[in-house]
Nanobody, 121 residues
Framework: QVRIEESGGGLVQAGGSLRLSCAVSGSQINAMGWYRQAPGEQREFVAGIMRSASTHYADSVKGRFTISRDNAKHTAYLQMNNLKPEDTAVYYC?????????????????WGQGTQVTVSS
């Protein structure tokens, strides 16, 4: 059974930083990513990292957010710098099923419970 545990959300002022963590257990190493959902909005892709460690980012976070992974811990991280009020959302960790194609614009796979990130102006 796949289990996903997220941590690291919180309240921060604009320009500040936060780091989110996502630990996966019960399955092998595969692509992982982060999505977010603001109130009244659809869930949107933020960042993804493949097994090979190649990374992908939404245009809105390029240059500010960095996704990384520690395969030994089966954990992915999202370092968020220079946060803006429009980054406020619930952030969800996403773990992709092994041996399935990964298209970041199409959410699929397993999800964490979500962690709130609030950026005040």
């Amino acid at each position: 059974q796949v289990r996903i545990e997220e941590s690291g959300g919180g309240l921060v002022q604009a320009g500040g930083s936060l780091r989110l963590s996502c630990a996966v257990s019960g399955s092998q190493i595969n692509a992982m990513g982060w999505y977010r959902q603001a109130p009244g909005e659809q869930r949107e892709f933020v960042a993804g990292i493949m097994r090979s460690a190649s990374t992908h980012y939404a245009d809105s976070v390029k240059g500010r957010f960095t996704i990384s992974r520690d395969n030994a811990k089966h954990t992915a991280y999202l370092q968020m710098n220079n946060l803006k009020p429009e980054d406020t959302a619930v952030y969800y960790c996403n773990y992709r099923r092994p041996f399935t194609p990964v298209t970041w614009s199409t959410p699929s796979g397993y999800w964490g419970q979500g962690t709130q990130v609030t950026v005040s102006s």
